[in-house]
């Protein structure tokens, strides 16, 4: 087994993120640090992750790829040393001892399945239900996290469920999933890839699930504020590229299934309170653009939204 763990402007969190791993009651193999910091310059986190075990090695990107990129990169890596399953790790994720078994056990336990996750805690809040799965509707693109802010302990949560797909904060994926259908798609940059990523594998036959008694604790937003332009923009330009890749290979205009999507994240924009109104509707406005335009990745419009 590899993990993965991506940094990004975050090297306290990637630290205790590492450290979490190594104590897994599952001996992970390989710990690879993606780092997506512009510099290739080792600094203080690199020194400190050299430390912990001669499994963690450190790629450095010099740049920032963006989730997938960087994701795919460390991917790439870990299928190159022989790993069968290959665990997914955003930088501020607290992953528990006895989790990544049981995510395991949930992989091998579920028919067809090739993509598990856990059930997510706010670390802020460790009582509260962040996500145990996702659930999308192709018909009209809405997207929602499973459970999302109830109470665990009012909460019952089958040991395995099947869900459209996981987090990908946290996620576990078998080699054969790769083989499949290739990495997460780099179009994407930040947002919605991996929902992307566990349609494309049920398309596939892999079905995602979710290990009721596998806990994460997730703080969230670090990179990226939760309310902040470019957050905003990703939110929207990838929501309808999602749209239109779930939607049966139809041809995608702006209509009837684009248009609540487009209304959804104007409304999300207007409640926010990171950055000034303007610029939160213009970031929506600009990812609907790009949408529309056919840029995606992380074009110039991208970068200079992105801290």
């Known amino acids: 087994m590899a993990a993965i763990v991506l940094n990004f402007q975050t090297p306290d969190d990637t630290l205790l993120a590492v450290k979490a791993l190594l104590a897994s009651d599952r001996p992970i193999d390989h710990v690879i640090v993606v780092n997506n910091a512009p510099s290739e310059t080792p600094g203080a986190l690199h020194r400190a992750l050299a430390t912990l075990s001669p499994t963690v090695t450190v790629l450095h990107m010099g740049a920032n790829l963006g989730f997938s990129g960087g994701m795919n990169a ?7 040393r022989g790993a069968d399953r290959i665990l997914l790790v955003n930088s501020d994720v607290i992953v528990p001892p006895d989790c990544v078994e049981r995510l395991e056990a949930a992989l091998d336990g579920a028919a067809r399945a090739g993509i598990t996750g ?3 805690l706010a670390r802020t809040d460790p009582g509260r239900i962040v996500s145990s799965g996702i659930g999308y509707s192709s018909a009209i693109g809405r997207m929602r996290h499973h459970g999302f802010g109830a109470l665990l302990a009012e909460t019952t949560l089958p040991p395995s469920s099947t869900v459209d797909a996981v ?3 946290v996620m576990l994926v078998a080699r054969e999933v790769f083989e499949a259908i290739g990495p997460l798609d780099d179009d994407y940059f930040f947002s919605f890839e991996d929902v992307d990523f566990c349609l494309r594998a049920k398309q596939a036959g892999f079905a995602s699930v979710v290990a009721g008694d596998a806990f994460v ?3 969230g937003n670090r990179s990226i504020g939760h309310d902040a332009p470019g957050r905003l923009y990703f939110a929207a330009r990838n929501h309808l590229l999602l749209a239109r890749r779930a939607g049966n290979g139809s041809v995608f205009v702006f209509g ?3 248009m609540p999507i487009v209304a959804f994240n104007v409304a999300h ?4 309170e990171g950055g000034s109104l303007p610029a939160r509707l213009k970031a929506v406005a600009l ?3 790009d949408y529309a335009l056919g ?3 992380a074009g110039a419009e991208a970068r200079r939204l992105t801290p």
Do not use: N, W
């Open 295 to 297: 840029r995606f990745g």
């Open 118 to 120: 856990p059930t997510m």
């Open 167 to 169: 987090s990908g904060c």
């Open 269 to 272: 924009a207007l409640r926010a």
């Open 256 to 258: 009837v299934r684009a």
């Open 74 to 80: 460390g991917i790439r890596v870990a299928i190159g």
């Open 287 to 289: 990812g609907v653009r």
């Open 217 to 219: 604790y997730h703080e």
